[in-house]
């Protein structure tokens, strides 16, 4: 709960004038509130400010934040949860592909108040919240970022989210002119091809099939489909 003072003790509850109150205030955030004093005493009392998640995340005024149900709040704070984890703890099995590789958080969303009243202004939260967020990711590679932010995500079904984080391909038709792919399978789904995915097994970016010929674009653009 954190180390407080109890600044003051006073009569006086919302339901009860008999009730004995205590306004505390923690040592660490300096954040004050009012409680009774027998919570107090026996510290049952938590710093929403108190960065509890790898000492980086905390909660902040959530009860602030309005417009979401107890369900959809405890399924985005597992989200955020995972994704302060994944940044910042050494631990967790997915931090050699995000922390590890210098992704990180934007301070703003260490805050889990800030991130609910962020993301449901980013492109797609209402798809992604009529799905009940399933089957949905908060994206930042659509963007090529490696920052977790307002500015840098999306909100993308699971197979974009999965073909945008690969790297797109031309596909060379027969008679010389190249069409992109953003992903080998759907390369292979638009022209009927098999064998293409064998680019990934030889890596030399380079094959042909039917006619067909296949490369990798290797340079700093960004593609999406529109």
């Not at 107890?70 to 967790?92: F, G, H, Q, V």
């Not at 759907?186 to 098999?194: F, G, I, R, V």
């Amino acid at each position: 709960s954190g180390k407080f003072l109890v600044l003051d003790v006073f009569s006086g509850g919302a339901k009860n004038n008999y009730l004995k109150m205590a306004k505390v205030q923690f040592l660490d955030t300096h954040y004050c509130c009012v409680i009774t004093k027998e919570n107090a005493k026996n510290g049952k009392v938590k710093d929403p400010y108190s960065r509890r998640i790898c000492n980086i995340g905390y909660e902040g005024n959530v009860s602030s934040v309005k417009n979401y149900t107890p369900n959809e709040i405890a399924s985005l704070r597992s989200r955020w949860t995972a994704m302060i984890k994944r940044c910042y703890d050494s631990k967790n099995n997915r931090f050699d592909t995000y922390g590890a590789k210098g992704i990180f958080v934007d301070e703003k969303w260490h805050s889990f108040e800030n991130y609910l009243r962020d993301i449901r202004r980013l492109p797609q939260f209402v798809l992604a919240r009529e799905a009940g967020f399933k089957g949905y990711h908060l994206d930042k590679d659509y963007y090529d970022s490696n920052c977790y932010s307002r500015d840098t995500c999306v909100w993308l079904e699971v197979k974009d989210n999965i073909t945008y984080s690969k790297k797109p391909l031309n596909l060379i038709h027969p008679d010389g002119t190249k069409e992109l792919f953003l992903s080998i399978s759907d390369a292979e789904k638009a022209h009927s091809l098999n064998g293409i995915s064998c680019i990934l097994a030889k890596k030399t970016g380079f094959v042909k099939t039917k006619g067909f010929m296949a490369e990798y674009l290797d340079d700093d653009n960004i593609y999406r489909y529109e």
